[in-house]
């Protein structure tokens, strides 16, 4: 049986690259560049730890909204980042995931994160997974269409195993960076009885040393899951 203050799945809202490069007068994607290094460092510290899953809001259903000069540079800098990591991955025992509705990708792009996770299907520690067009209420959507089609029966439990996290157990602890609060559509499900950290410190600027102080306060946390 877990422990109540056990911490398996971190997941994390990335929030504030945009805000970062216009505060030092750059252009938005710069800020995005400097994200990724975050994104290296946290995923790091988290293969160290006793984290076994990392889930990262990379790119929302709703990010299509955006010019399209910078969600094509989100794009490129995603296949840029899926390709030079690869060795990271495997070197470090990371297991490679995506969630989402990957389908509205280019075929290039997904055969990128088809390698990335085939390469790493073997590896046994920490599994960073990238939540690619994601949006919880589309997931939710998604799922129960599966589910009627597979002709099973509409039930928390079924559910549960329809979502595209499936593989991994409900979320215990939710970061968000950039100063907001609130959830942006972001692992509803999973996060129902989540401990919810804010920071107003913007993603390229959050490190290791702020995530270990939060999982501190984690541990420190009486989770009750509706009990006394």
Avoid at 12 to 33: F, L, P, S, T, Y
Avoid at 117 to 128: P, V
Wanted: aromatic share 10%; hydrophobic share 40%.
């Amino acid at each position: 049986m877990r422990e109540l203050n056990e911490l398996k799945h971190l997941a994390i809202i990335m929030d504030g690259n945009g805000r970062w490069a216009q505060e030092r007068g750059k252009q938005r994607v710069r800020g995005h560049e400097k994200g990724a290094e975050t994104i290296r460092e946290i995923t790091m510290f988290c293969s160290k730890s006793d984290i076994s899953f990392l889930t990262l809001y990379a790119f929302s259903t709703e990010n299509w909204k955006r010019p399209k000069t910078e969600v094509d540079f989100l794009m490129r800098l995603l296949s840029d980042y899926l390709k030079k990591e690869a060795e990271v991955y495997l070197k470090n025992n990371i297991r490679f995931k995506a969630i989402g509705d990957l389908s509205r990708f280019s075929s290039r792009l997904l055969d990128e994160i088809e390698t990335l996770t085939q390469k790493s299907a073997s590896c046994s520690g920490l599994t960073q997974v990238l939540a690619l067009n994601y949006g919880s209420k589309d997931e939710i959507i998604r799922a129960t269409q599966k589910m009627i089609k597979a002709g099973v029966e509409v039930s928390e439990e079924n559910l549960s195993r329809f979502l595209d996290t499936a593989f991994a157990p409900d979320v215990d602890m939710l970061v968000r960076t950039g100063g907001d609060y609130r959830l942006s559509n972001y692992l509803l499900w999973q996060s129902s009885y989540a401990e919810l950290f804010f920071t107003p410190t913007l993603w390229p600027d959050f490190t290791a040393e702020e995530l270990a102080i939060q999982i501190e306060e984690f541990k420190r946390r009486k989770r009750r899951f509706g009990g006394i």
